[in-house]
């Protein structure tokens, strides 16, 4: 933490150098008459409070990315042999499913452990196992998520956009719509956009993502071929279609909509109450705080949030929902 | 060992390029490269049919063991299997021409 304003990121250095009557950059009255001088008090407040949100320690994510992965891969065998219901699998595998895009989340930003840390290993650990269940492998997730928040909002570069609705049921109609094979949503874009970057990780995401992809078809074909179709459909197709249209509609339509404008730094995500509450919207009701400051881990927005709101609120962040 | 496949992250990769960490200088790099180009052509040739796949390797199998599961007969006296390949193919045939299963 500095008070050195060199130091700020891009994003930050963008707030405070707006202009002070751009209604645009920041939509709501209370922030249109902030001048400089109260944006850049504001900014060092809440980067203060994120500082005592980000670190800490991890392993439980790193517990629960590998137990969670090794439940999973056991409920094979245990519903092929008859040994767990199908219906119990079903169930288990789909919250497994969900659970490995939150755990993979941080790894995608390094939260477990950063870079040249001698834990690094776990980052990666973490990212790799987790998101198999989704048969997407951590490289593909990470690049199309950066992406997403260097992008966010916009309607060609952001590689979530695709997944902007009206309401809510278009918004579940559309998670599924967007698995369609040749419509452009979720991994059809994400390999475009990696294709466009044509980078050494968006190079190497696209052909793990093959690899991954012919392993999921290999395992389904093979399973079912063999009198084991129906453990193939609750143990992996299905908590995957399911899966993903849950994480679809909390991770990106619920916090993000409506999508259309809203690229700047203090609208690019809600603060929104979720009918199923905190938990299992898998913590996305206070998203805005993990835009703003990546580094602090999930389970800890919200705590971050009620100490930031006064801030936000200055800034004309809407915080009437919590 | 290929140059790509030093780190243990790389191991998907890995296996997609298994003949050309195996090669162990037996070839010439630039006629492992080519087999790799060749085996990633096929791949994006056998993913543009993938739904027919699918239909065939998947939603076939499924349809004949609900079908057996629940105690149903396939009609005009067709094997199980033999009517979960004529919907899972067709479906898949549909879907690989239309680009959407729906």
Redesign the interface.
């Known amino acids: 933490m500095t008070d050195d304003l060199t130091r700020l990121d891009t994003l930050s250095r963008e707030t405070i150098d707006a202009p002070e009557s751009g209604g645009s950059a920041l939509p709501l009255a209370a922030d249109e008459g902030l001048d400089r001088h109260t944006r850049v008090d504001l900014l060092k407040q809440e980067r203060a409070i994120a500082a005592k949100y980000q670190n800490g320690p991890m392993w439980g994510y790193v517990v629960a990315a590998v137990g969670g992965f090794a439940i999973w891969l056991a409920l094979f065998p245990l519903t092929m042999f008859g040994a767990v219901h199908p219906a119990i699998t079903l169930v288990v595998s789909t919250f497994l499913t969900v659970a490995g895009y939150v755990t993979c989340h941080e790894a995608m930003h390094d939260n477990i452990a950063k870079r040249g840390s001698k834990y690094r290993w776990a980052n990666?650990l973490v990212g790799?196992v987790s998101l198999l269940p989704i048969a997407v492998?951590f490289s593909m997730g990470r690049v199309s998520h950066l992406e997403h928040h260097k992008h966010c909002n916009h309607p060609e570069k952001d590689p979530d956009y695709t997944d902007e609705a009206p309401n809510w049921w278009m918004a579940w109609y559309k998670t599924w719509?967007n698995r369609?094979?040749?419509?452009d949503g979720t991994i059809n874009r994400y390999k475009s956009v990696c294709q466009q970057l044509d980078t050494r990780e968006s190079r190497?995401a696209l052909?793990?993502t093959?690899?991954?992809?012919?392993i999921y078809?290999t395992v389904?074909?093979t399973m079912?071929?063999n009198?084991y179709?129906?453990a193939?459909?609750v143990c992996w197709?299905l908590p995957r279609q399911l899966g993903l249209s849950y994480i679809r509609y909390f991770l990106s339509w619920a916090p993000h909509h409506p999508r259309a404008g809203k690229t700047e730094r203090y609208e690019q995500a809600n603060i929104f109450k979720s009918h199923v509450g905190h938990f299992f919207s898998m913590c996305m009701e206070t998203h805005l705080i993990h835009h703003l400051h990546p580094g602090i881990p999930n389970h800890k927005t919200k705590a971050a949030y009620l100490e930031m709101k006064p801030i936000l609120e200055k800034r004309g962040v809407d915080c009437s929902a919590i | 060992m290929a140059r790509?496949a030093r780190h243990?992250?790389?191991v998907?990769?890995m296996?997609?390029h298994i003949f050309a960490a195996g090669n162990r200088g037996l070839l010439p790099d630039s006629v492992v490269k080519t087999m790799i180009t060749i085996m990633?052509v096929a791949?994006?040739k056998l993913?543009s049919i993938?739904?027919l796949?699918?239909g065939i390797?998947?939603i076939?199998?499924?349809i004949?063991?609900?079908m057996t599961?629940w105690g149903w007969d396939a009609p005009f006296g067709m094997q199980r299997i033999v009517f979960g390949l004529l919907i899972g193919a067709l479906w898949g045939l549909y879907?690989?021409i239309k680009?959407?299963?729906i």
Do not use: S, Y
């Not at chain 1, 093959?210 to 012919?214: A, F, K, L, R």
């Open positions: 990666q790799e492998p719509w369609q094979p040749r419509v190497l052909k793990q093959m690899i991954v992809q012919v078809l389904l074909f079912a071929w009198g179709a129906i193939a459909v197709w | 790509w243990p992250t790389q998907p990769a296996l997609l990633q791949l994006q993913f993938m739904p796949l699918f390797g998947f076939a199998p499924v004949a063991q609900v599961m879907a690989t680009g959407r299963w």
